[in-house]
């Protein structure tokens, strides 16, 4: 029995970051903060308007960021002024200061 040699296929897609700026990017400039901050109030976008403010201020990563629950940020009726956090990279604690417009937010969002 002979096997028969098939022609080996090229893929004909593009490579999806062809082309484009890859890894780290630069850092927002504070008016494009600002722009970003208004859109989220003009659009009444509480929640993404809270976890920017409160990046802004905790300057976590990501994954932390958007692993953070309600029950650690606010306390009854009160959001926390500190709160602490153990980072998923470094498995070490992180604690940081939030400020009166991310509290303002967040009090706005959760209630």
Same mark, same amino acid.
């Given at each position: 029995m002979s096997k028969v040699q098939l022609p080996a296929l090229k893929a004909?897609?593009?490579?999806?970051?062809r082309g484009r700026l890859v890894g780290q990017k630069r850092p927002l400039l504070p008016q494009q903060v600002w722009a970003i901050r208004?859109? =989220?109030?003009?659009? &009444?976008? +509480? !929640?993404?308007?809270?976890?920017?403010? =409160?990046?802004?201020? &905790?300057? +976590? !990563?990501?994954c932390d960021l958007v692993r953070l629950k309600v029950s650690d940020l606010v306390?009854?009726?009160?959001?926390?002024?500190r709160v602490t956090v153990i980072?998923?990279?470094t498995n070490r604690s992180v604690q940081?200061?939030?400020?009166?417009?991310?509290?303002?937010?967040?009090?706005?969002?959760?209630?």
């Open positions: 004909k897609r593009r490579p999806w970051n208004a859109r =989220l109030e003009l659009s &009444s976008n +509480l !929640r993404d308007l809270a976890l920017l403010n =409160l990046a802004i201020d &905790s300057k +976590l !990563r990501r306390v009854r009726d009160r959001v926390r002024e980072q998923s990279k940081f200061e939030v400020t009166e417009d991310a509290r303002a937010s967040i009090r706005n969002w959760v209630s």
